[in-house]
């Protein structure tokens, strides 16, 4: 039985990695690449992440400095999610509809 070997993320580029040990950069993205479901898993949790920043208020800006990520990359996960039918009302905005109703 054999396992398969645990993975970490890379903290230097292939690049660095290639020079280094004197290979190319694509054998070492081959030899340490992280485990496409593990990227999955982290990326859908990274997406739910930045639609809850967005509900709970907070500007693309604000959710990219918050995750460490680009705001490109907050704008492009909000579009997905309005495109696949995600609720993106946001948190003060459902209660003050409420509140409205109810005056």
Not at 2 to 10: A, D, K, L
Not at 26 to 49: F, H, L, N
Request: overall charge positive; glycine content about 6%.
């Amino acid at each position: 039985m054999t396992q398969e070997p645990v993975r970490e993320r890379r903290t230097v580029t292939a690049r660095e990695l290639a020079g280094r040990f004197a290979v190319s950069p694509r054998t070492v993205r081959r030899m340490v690449a992280e485990e496409r479901a593990a990227y999955e898993d982290r990326s859908r949790q990274r997406r739910d992440q930045i639609v809850e920043l967005h509900r709970q208020g907070l500007k693309g800006f604000e959710i990219a400095r918050e995750l460490s990520v680009s705001a490109g990359l907050v704008s492009i996960r909000l579009k997905e999610a309005r495109a696949a039918g995600i609720d993106l009302t946001r948190y003060a905005a459902a209660g003050e509809t409420r509140e409205q109703g109810h005056a």
